[in-house]
Nanobody, 123 residues
Framework: QVQLVESGGGLVQAGGSLRLSCTASGLTFSSYAMGWFRQVPGKEREFVAA????????YYADSVKGRFTIHRDNAKNTMYLQMNNLNPADTAVYYC????????????????WGQGTQVTVSS
């Protein structure tokens, strides 16, 4: 059974930082591209960042480029999202996802999803 478990969310003031983690089990982690998405109530899920299974190639949404960094440790079956200079527009539930077939921003292509972790940025 595949499980993706996010952690590290919380409440932070604008300008602050958080680091999200996503730990995977039940799959060969190094064979999957991984992604972070976020969603606020009433809106569609939004792509945030993705990382290739080789752990080198990355891809960011324009809204987070230069502030967020995605990386992964295949030995620990874990992916991270370092979020700096947070602002209230970053408030959302953040989800991690795994995809064995593509590397990109299309949420429909991701096969497995975590339950999400709430990030709230106060002004």
């Amino acid at each position: 059974q595949v499980q993706l478990v996010e952690s590290g969310g919380g409440l932070v003031q604008a300008g602050g930082s958080l680091r999200l983690s996503c730990t995977a089990s039940g799959l060969t982690f190094s064979s999957y591209a991984m992604g972070w998405f976020r969603q606020v109530p009433g809106k569609e899920r939004e792509f945030v960042a993705a990382i290739h299974r080789n752990a080198f190639n990355t891809y960011y949404a324009d809204s987070v480029k230069g502030r967020f960094t995605i990386h992964r440790d295949n030995a620990k079956n874990t992916m991270y999202l370092q979020m700096n200079n947070l602002n209230p527009a970053d408030t959302a539930v953040y989800y991690c996802a795994a995809d064995s077939r593509q590397f990109g921003r299309n949420s429909a292509g991701y096969e497995y999803w975590g339950q999400g972790t709430q990030v709230t940025v106060s002004s």
